[in-house]
């Protein structure tokens, strides 16, 4: 029994020092296409990759536990496009909600809420009813999850958790330099 307990606490050990000694994703690194998807806003809207060629998106994906988690991110950056107009004319932030646990009784609940979310903030909220997103992105399903992609469809930020004063600087250098041209090619 002694013998037992002593190997599951090595496994514990273990565990803790694996799980936690890396971030889950790194904030920046080479860029990488951007997976396609599509998103659904309760009104019926779809959103693809495809629809955001040409423009620099920041994509925040939340549940519905996470929204609030970067919130100060989402208006800093609404802030920081209109201080460096018109390089980042072309920059979008978008919201989407990770709905795959609505189920069919719930659904119509989920659409209700994110009409209601919608016409608060004034935003269009996407839904990905299916959370292929989230596992084609590997996005966290406990945290905010913050994406850059820029004009080509690459990734080129992808952060999980919330953002710190070291991430948010790196997003919005990233952002000013895709927004002035100045990217190098992937």
Do not use: C
Not at 96 to 111: C, E, P
């Amino acid at each position: 029994m002694q013998k037992m307990r002593r190997v599951m606490q090595l496994w514990a050990v273990v565990f803790g020092l694996f799980f936690f000694s890396f971030p889950p994703f790194p904030a920046s690194g080479a860029p990488k296409e951007a997976p396609p998807f599509l998103v659904v806003s309760a009104y019926g809207e779809t959103l693809t990759l495809e629809d955001l060629r040409g423009k620099t998106v920041v994509l925040f994906y939340d549940t519905r536990y996470t929204t609030e988690e970067n919130n100060d991110l989402k208006y800093d950056i609404d802030t920081f496009r209109k201080d460096h107009l018109p390089v980042l004319s072309n920059l979008e932030v978008i919201q989407i909600i990770d709905a795959s646990s609505a189920s069919f009784l719930t659904r119509t609940i989920w659409k209700r809420k994110l009409r209601e979310y919608s016409k608060k903030y004034n935003i269009t909220l996407y839904a990905d009813w299916t959370g292929e997103m989230r596992k084609d992105y590997n996005l966290s399903s406990r945290k905010s999850n913050i994406i850059l992609i820029d004009p080509k469809g690459m990734i080129r930020f992808l952060f999980s958790g919330e953002a710190g004063e070291s991430e948010r600087k790196e997003l919005f250098e990233l952002i000013l330099t895709i927004g002035s041209g100045d990217t190098l090619e992937p």
